[in-house]
């Protein structure tokens, strides 16, 4: 079992930044790809942001390519989504998950474990 909580979630202006950690317990960490989902009122939960296990790739959703940035401290055992320029439409739950096979995986289906989610508003 992996433990995920995410903190860092909050109001901000449009253009403002945010930046979301999740911290895991449980398993070695190390061995997990991880990603940043989120979720808006009415729409399914999306991929944004996926990184390996050692930090040498990482994906984004075209959404949120060149102001997201995600990232991995794997001695802290945490993932971290760095978020720029945001925007009203960025507004959601964001949850970080862990892959156990995939090195990077963009569904949401193939994560065996989630977090609870912070919730991130943005305001125009």
């Known amino acids: 079992q992996v433990q995920l909580v995410e903190s860092g979630g909050g109001l901000v202006q449009a253009g403002g930044s945010l930046r979301l950690s999740c911290a895991a317990s449980?398993?070695?960490?190390?061995?997990?790809?991880m990603g940043w989902f989120r979720q808006a009122p009415g729409k399914e939960r999306e991929f944004v942001a996926g990184?390996?296990?050692?930090?040498?790739?990482?994906r984004y959703a075209d959404s949120v390519k060149g102001r997201f940035a995600i990232s991995r401290d794997n001695a802290k055992n945490t993932v971290y989504l760095q978020m720029n320029s945001l925007k009203p439409e960025d507004t959601a739950v964001y949850y970080c998950?862990?892959?156990?096979?995939?090195?990077?995986?963009?569904?949401?289906?193939?994560?065996?474990?989630w977090g609870t989610g912070t919730l991130v508003t943005v305001t125009s």
């Open positions: 998950a862990a892959d156990r096979l995939m090195p990077i995986t963009t569904l949401t289906s193939a994560m065996d474990y």
């Open positions: 990184i390996n296990r050692s930090a040498s790739s990482t």
């Open positions: 449980g398993r070695t960490f190390s061995n997990y790809g």
